[in-house]
Every structure is written in structure tokens, then in C-alpha cells.
């Protein structure tokens, strides 16, 4: 499995952009890059994935490097709501074509006003 | 409305007595999983299911049981629940098309409390 890396925590100003990192070294050619959010304890909310270009919709921007080893997930004017814990996961498709999904303990988003 | 729903949200209970936590989605999705949540641990798959009668173990399926007889429906159930499940569970479900496959979409969850 691929395994992901981000910083447990990162602070930003509301109105600025939000660039939050993930470290996917050793992801595979098949393998899709998501992003997803959890505000407090509820479930987690689908943001946006990738696979090799990046990817822009209403909710954010993600930026995959050209060799697919890390990506960035980027809020473009972060609002006290997005204060939440941000999980960077990549989906794993095994040979019986089930998939296995490993969430990490995510980077902890914090919106100052 | 799209959703997963989960019940009960809140539950305490006793070790030992058996009990069940539903998760029923109104997608039609074929792929659907439990997952708990503790403190530090970040999001832990427990068990998933790619269709009915097809289920599979996660990364911490013991103590745990499953079954999909339902597309729509995947409950999770403790047969004798002990404090170390003390914890948060999320049910998920997806569609399931090969590689280029979907975001999951997930239930409010359930906080689980054994005594």
C-alpha cells in the first residue's frame, strides 16, 4: 500500500490560502490521490482527487507533482469553517479488484481570524 | 436526499452483551465499509464489503462481524463487545468501477461506549 505523510497541524489566516502537503513516495501508477476533511467529529467530507493532472473544483485545488510522489491541497481564501482535520489518502486497487483505503491521522487545520 | 445513515448515534453498553450498529445508504452504491475512530489513531478500516454477499476484513477486524445480504444495507456487529471498542464508527459506501473509482460518502457516525 501506498502509505501518506502530512504534518500533524498547520495554522493559516482566514481570507488566506491554505497549502496543505502530503508525501505519497511510494504511490503506484494506478493509484488516485483524495482528498478529504473532517470538521469536529462528523463524517468525513469528500473534497477532490487526483491521479497525475491537477484537479480544481468549487471546494479546492489539488497539485500533483509531475513524478506523483506529493501533492498539495490548496483552499484558496480559507474561512474559520475549514477549520478541520484534512486526510490525504491514496485508494488501493488489489489484484481481486477490492479496495483497501488507509486513512492516516491527517493534518489538523486551524483558521485564525 | 443522497445519504448513509447510521443507528444508533450514541449507544452505552455492557461488556459482553451483543448488539448491532446499522448503516443503510440510499445510492445504490455497490461498495460500502466501517471504519472507527480513536483518538491519535486516526480512521481505521474495520471491514468492507464490494457487493452483496462479498465482504472482506480491514486493518482491525477482530472482534468485529459483518454482513451484506442487502445492497443497501451493512451492519456491523459486536457479538461480545469489550472497552477497547470503546470508540467512534463511520459507515461509507461508494460505486465501484474499476480503477477510475468514486469518492466515498460517509455517515454521521455512531459513538460507542462499552462498559
Known amino acids: 500500500d501506498a502509505k501518506t505523510t502530512q504534518p500533524p497541524s498547520m495554522d493559516c489566516a482566514e481570507g488566506r490560502a491554505a497549502n496543505l502537503p502530503c508525501n505519497h513516495s511510494?504511490?503506484?501508477?494506478?493509484?488516485?490521490v483524495y482528498w478529504y476533511r473532517q470538521i469536529h467529529s462528523q463524517g468525513p467530507q469528500y473534497i477532490i482527487h487526483?491521479?497525475?493532472n491537477n484537479e480544481t473544483n468549487e471546494m479546492a485545488s489539488l497539485i500533483i507533482t509531475e513524478d506523483r510522489k506529493s501533492s498539495t491541497l490548496i483552499l484558496p481564501h480559507a474561512t474559520l469553517r475549514d477549520t478541520a482535520v484534512y486526510y490525504c489518502?491514496?485508494?488501493?486497487?488489489?489484484?481481486?479488484?477490492?479496495?483497501?483505503?488507509?486513512f492516516g491521522t491527517g493534518t489538523k487545520l486551524q483558521v485564525i481570524p | 436526499e443522497a445519504q448513509v445513515t447510521q443507528n444508533p448515534r450514541y449507544l452505552i453498553t455492557v461488556t459482553g452483551k451483543k448488539l448491532t450498529v446499522t448503516c443503510s445508504q440510499n445510492?445504490?452504491?455497490?461498495?460500502m465499509s466501517w471504519y472507527r475512530q480513536d483518538p491519535g489513531l486516526g480512521l481505521r478500516q474495520i471491514y468492507y464489503?464490494?457487493?452483496?454477499?462479498?465482504?472482506d476484513k480491514g486493518d482491525v477486524p477482530e472482534g468485529y462481524k459483518v454482513s451484506r445480504k442487502e445492497k443497501r444495507n451493512f451492519p456491523l456487529i459486536l457479538e461480545s463487545p469489550s472497552p477497547n471498542q470503546t470508540s467512534l464508527y463511520f459507515c461509507?459506501?461508494?460505486?465501484?468501477?474499476?480503477?477510475?473509482?468514486?469518492?466515498?460518502?460517509f455517515g454521521p457516525g455512531t459513538r460507542l461506549t462499552v462498559l
Open positions: 461509507a459506501s461508494s460505486y465501484q468501477r474499476g480503477t477510475s473509482d468514486l469518492p466515498q460518502y
Open positions: 511510494t504511490i503506484s501508477g494506478n493509484e488516485y
Open positions: 487526483g491521479l497525475k
Open positions: 464489503s464490494m457487493n452483496v454477499e462479498v465482504t
Open positions: 489518502i491514496v485508494r488501493l486497487m488489489n489484484s481481486g479488484g477490492y479496495q483497501k483505503v488507509t
Open positions: 445510492m445504490n452504491h455497490e461498495y
